[in-house]
């Protein structure tokens, strides 16, 4: 099978989808991999390192594309990457197609098989290829939080922790998945009042176990979120429904709720987001400012964080990207329930309800294409 690896061209992602172990591992059995020249250099692994793990680099990327079978990305295709897809191409790749209509449009047109690292689904149900990335955004959520309350960045200037004598600053969190247990350990360590809302019952009950004490749990419905508006210094959205658009939690109208300077984060932006007056920023210019309150919408956060980022993905995508180069993409497919719901869409037509209904694209079965 030939593998290719192109580098990354959205705004500021660092992150390179193969690492030079996965490159040898994947020569060793017999598989060829191309990889764009400067692909690593995002995270510091050099053209020469690739080399000796026994890739072929390649100048340009439309070369990667033509050489490649199955490309590898982290980010999904951007408008100058869709005259290279072909139908017979695997992409396996973060795509996130129910926030765009327009990748969604590209990719019918394209017919390429689309496997999405964000919808493969480990046994147990949870989402192994994105839980890592969550860990990181979580995180950095907070420092990004911490940094633009801060008035030289047109925040309310509180410092989030407060001191003695000092209230902390109160941190609201819109989801308890991933995403939120990350942020609201990075609060509540940093010292921040925190409160992080759910509509999973189970899963505020293990978030009140495990949380210290300056974390609250609440279950989330509309009207929490309206009351609880006014005291919040930051807002994180971090809900996701899998497959799906985020819902709307927090409406252009709320806004008027919250107090000037604070600071919402929307991390959530990468499936539409569920803050009404959000859009997608990027890394250059991360913030924008809505009724007094600055947005953060960079939907790549973890390709700020190469160093750990690039390893943290390629540790969790490497056996599938094995396994899928070894056995063929159908079979590796028909062998693991989990990394074919991955599959979002081939030959033109969707297998997700949530993508293909609200776009009024055609709507597959992933069992008829695999038979
Ligand atoms: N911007 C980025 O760079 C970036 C990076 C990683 C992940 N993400 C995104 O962050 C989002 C969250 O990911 P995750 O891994 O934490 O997901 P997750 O599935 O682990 O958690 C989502 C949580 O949202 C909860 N939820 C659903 N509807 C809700 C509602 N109405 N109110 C409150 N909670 C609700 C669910 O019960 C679940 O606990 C996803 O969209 C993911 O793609 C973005």
């Given at each position: 099978m030939n593998i290719g690896v192109p580098r990354e061209v959205k705004n500021?992602?660092?992150?390179?989808?193969?690492?030079p172990s996965g490159v040898e591992t994947l020569t060793k059995a017999g598989h060829a991999v191309f990889v764009e020249v400067g692909a690593g250099l995002g995270t510091s692994l050099t053209d020469d390192a690739y080399a000796a793990a026994g890739a072929t680099l390649l100048p340009a990327a439309r070369e990667v594309w033509v050489a490649s079978d199955i490309i590898c990305k982290v980010k999904e295709p951007q408008p100058e990457e869709f005259p290279f897809i072909r139908p017979d191409h695997t992409l396996f790749t973060y795509f996130h197609?129910?926030?765009s209509r327009a990748l969604s449009d590209a990719m019918q047109e394209a017919r390429a098989a689309c496997l999405a690292y964000e919808t493969v689904e480990a046994p147990d149900g949870t989402l192994p290829l994105l839980t890592p990335m969550s860990e990181i955004a979580g995180k950095m959520a907070m420092q990004e939080a911490a940094k633009y309350l801060e008035k030289p960045q047109?925040?309310?200037?509180?410092?989030?922790?407060?001191i003695p004598g000092v209230p902390a600053a109160h941190v609201v969190i819109l989801g308890g998945g991933v995403v939120g247990i990350n942020a609201a350990k990075i609060a509540a360590g940093m010292g921040a009042n925190v409160t992080i809302m759910d509509i999973n019952l189970e899963r505020l009950r293990y978030l009140d176990d495990v949380l210290p004490a300056n974390v609250t749990t609440y279950f989330s419905n509309p009207l929490h979120i309206r009351e609880i508006l006014p005291s919040a210094d930051v807002v994180i959205g971090a809900v996701l429904i899998k497959g799906a658009r985020a819902p709307i939690l927090v409406s252009q109208a709320d806004l008027k709720r919250m107090k000037p300077g604070s600071v919402i984060v929307d991390v959530a932006v990468d499936q539409?987001?569920?803050?009404?007056t959000m859009h997608p920023t990027t890394h250059a210019v991360p913030v924008f400012t809505v009724d007094e309150v600055i947005h953060y919408g960079v939907a790549n956060i973890p390709g700020a964080v190469p160093a750990t980022s690039t390893y943290a993905l390629t540790n969790a995508t490497f056996p599938y990207l094995l396994a899928l180069a070894n056995k063929g993409v159908k079979r590796a497919l028909r062998e693991d329930a989990g990394l074919a719901?991955?599959?979002?869409?081939?030959d033109g037509q969707f297998f997700l309800a949530e993508v293909a209904q609200p776009f009024g694209l055609p709507l597959g079965k992933v069992e008829e294409w695999l038979s």
């Amino acid at each position: 099978m030939n593998i290719g690896v192109p580098r990354e061209v959205k705004n500021n992602e660092n992150r390179v989808a193969v690492v030079p172990s996965g490159v040898e591992t994947l020569t060793k059995a017999g598989h060829a991999v191309f990889v764009e020249v400067g692909a690593g250099l995002g995270t510091s692994l050099t053209d020469d390192a690739y080399a000796a793990a026994g890739a072929t680099l390649l100048p340009a990327a439309r070369e990667v594309w033509v050489a490649s079978d199955i490309i590898c990305k982290v980010k999904e295709p951007q408008p100058e990457e869709f005259p290279f897809i072909r139908p017979d191409h695997t992409l396996f790749t973060y795509f996130h197609f129910a926030a765009s209509r327009a990748l969604s449009d590209a990719m019918q047109e394209a017919r390429a098989a689309c496997l999405a690292y964000e919808t493969v689904e480990a046994p147990d149900g949870t989402l192994p290829l994105l839980t890592p990335m969550s860990e990181i955004a979580g995180k950095m959520a907070m420092q990004e939080a911490a940094k633009y309350l801060e008035k030289p960045q047109g925040g309310r200037g509180i410092l989030l922790g407060g001191i003695p004598g000092v209230p902390a600053a109160h941190v609201v969190i819109l989801g308890g998945g991933v995403v939120g247990i990350n942020a609201a350990k990075i609060a509540a360590g940093m010292g921040a009042n925190v409160t992080i809302m759910d509509i999973n019952l189970e899963r505020l009950r293990y978030l009140d176990d495990v949380l210290p004490a300056n974390v609250t749990t609440y279950f989330s419905n509309p009207l929490h979120i309206r009351e609880i508006l006014p005291s919040a210094d930051v807002v994180i959205g971090a809900v996701l429904i899998k497959g799906a658009r985020a819902p709307i939690l927090v409406s252009q109208a709320d806004l008027k709720r919250m107090k000037p300077g604070s600071v919402i984060v929307d991390v959530a932006v990468d499936q539409g987001g569920c803050i009404e007056t959000m859009h997608p920023t990027t890394h250059a210019v991360p913030v924008f400012t809505v009724d007094e309150v600055i947005h953060y919408g960079v939907a790549n956060i973890p390709g700020a964080v190469p160093a750990t980022s690039t390893y943290a993905l390629t540790n969790a995508t490497f056996p599938y990207l094995l396994a899928l180069a070894n056995k063929g993409v159908k079979r590796a497919l028909r062998e693991d329930a989990g990394l074919a719901k991955g599959l979002n869409a081939a030959d033109g037509q969707f297998f997700l309800a949530e993508v293909a209904q609200p776009f009024g694209l055609p709507l597959g079965k992933v069992e008829e294409w695999l038979s």
